[in-house]
């Protein structure tokens, strides 16, 4: 039998949907999608305990027995909803076949996993598979590659993440973004500079900006309109205790927050449970 886990990537700093040509500032964190594989000539998925009609998974199945051929095992997925990502059953199933035939290099399973990813159209495929497969931090920008962080200077601060999942409304982005087109470029690229600033301020260990570097990213990725209504009220609550918070994600929107000290961390996760939301703390 063959374990293995994949993690969940969140964003720290940036707009995954807007900055296209801009950075982003990403990382994994411990919400892992967990597989048990083993040898069988027949092939089946088994998602948190119940064997699955392969029908459900038509295309990730197309997909990755066009570039591996007949798929083959027994694939036991376990993970804890909302959070993992949508493609996350995908690339699980092709690191399944790829660790069956005996393959573990690296770098050979990254661009498997990018391959797979960039035929879903999964956004940020390169990123995701970078860090899906090797875990850490990075800051990245389309053409120009992936530029490891460090995670312990991260850590510094008491990350917390509120499992307020809500799927992203581009309407009002795509509004703005028809009708004032140089306006929305203006936002967007200032995003890219925070974005920068942000990895600046790692690499020098000037910590003490990234608070306020992340709270402008909100108020920009805010500007562009892809805050959700339904985080809106939770983020004035953040920020009325005191820390720091913004709503981020892939192709699901949660919020990630920062706590300077463990008295705010836990006013913090005593306030998530009058607003009836789960506070987890985040640890690399």
């Known amino acids: ?132 497969i090797r875990g850490g931090a990075c800051a990245y920008r389309e053409r120009e590659g992936a530029f490891d962080l460090s995670v312990d200077l991260i850590n510094k601060f008491r990350w917390f993440l509120i499992k307020r999942v809500v799927n992203l409304d581009m309407s009002t982005y795509n509004y703005a973004n028809t009708y004032f087109p140089e306006v929305m470029e203006i936002v967007s690229h200032s995003i890219g500079h925070v974005v920068l600033e942000f990895a600046r301020a790692l690499v020098s260990k000037e910590i003490s900006k990234i608070p306020h570097l992340v709270r402008i990213n909100c108020n920009l990725v805010r500007a562009l309109g892809l805050v959700p209504k339904e985080h809106e009220r939770i983020l004035t609550d953040v920020y009325m205790q005191g820390a720091i918070a913004e709503s981020v994600g892939f192709e699901k929107r949660y919020i990630l927050g920062i706590a300077t000290n463990d008295i705010l961390l836990g006013n913090m996760r005593a306030r998530g449970v009058k607003l009836g939301v789960r506070f987890t703390l985040i640890q690399q």
């Open 1 to 132: 039998m063959i374990e293995f886990r994949l993690p969940t990537v969140v964003v720290l700093c940036g707009e995954p949907y807007c900055t296209q040509d801009e950075p982003l500032i990403a990382t994994t964190i411990d919400e892992y999608l967990t597989c048990r594989v083993r040898s069988s000539h027949d092939f089946n998925i088994i998602e948190n305990g119940k064997k699955q009609d392969l029908r459900l998974y038509k295309r990730e199945i197309e997909i990755v027995s066009s570039i591996f051929g007949e798929l083959k095992g027994e694939i036991n997925i376990h993970y804890k909803k909302p959070l993992i990502m949508p493609e996350g059953i995908a690339v699980a199933i092709t690191l399944a076949q790829i660790l069956l035939r005996g393959e573990y290099n690296e770098e050979y399973v990254e661009r498997e996993v990018n391959e797979v990813l960039s035929i879903l159209r999964a956004i940020k495929p390169e990123l995701k598979a970078r860090l899906m």
